[in-house]
């Protein structure tokens, strides 16, 4: 259960990728539910460590999680992530 509503509730959101210098690929999420700091280090944390991960950047505010990744992301896998940690993902940022 997230700290962030009272039910619980949390959601995310959509991504961009970019691929930077040929060997890191950035992929930006819309990420609803996030309200506070605990949000921002828990997406990091449980983001963070999945493989391939490279660095992960949470705008709270914009309801955004930016993902560097040494390959393509697995979306689903990212997904899961996210929703395990009381988030939802809903797809890749427009």
Do not use: F, Q
Request: hydrophobic letters at 35%.
């Amino acid at each position: 259960m997230s700290c962030c509503t009272p039910d619980g509730s949390c959601s995310t959101g959509s991504a961009n990728t970019v691929t930077v210098g040929g060997a890191a690929i950035a992929t930006v999420y819309n990420v609803s539910g996030m309200t506070c700091g605990h949000c921002k280090s828990t997406l990091t944390r449980e983001i963070g460590a999945l493989e391939d991960v490279l660095s992960v950047d949470v705008d709270v505010a914009a309801g955004r999680v930016t993902v560097t990744t040494t390959d393509e992301p697995d979306d689903a896998k990212l997904a899961e992530v996210v929703d395990e940690a009381g988030y939802e993902l809903t797809g890749r940022a427009a």
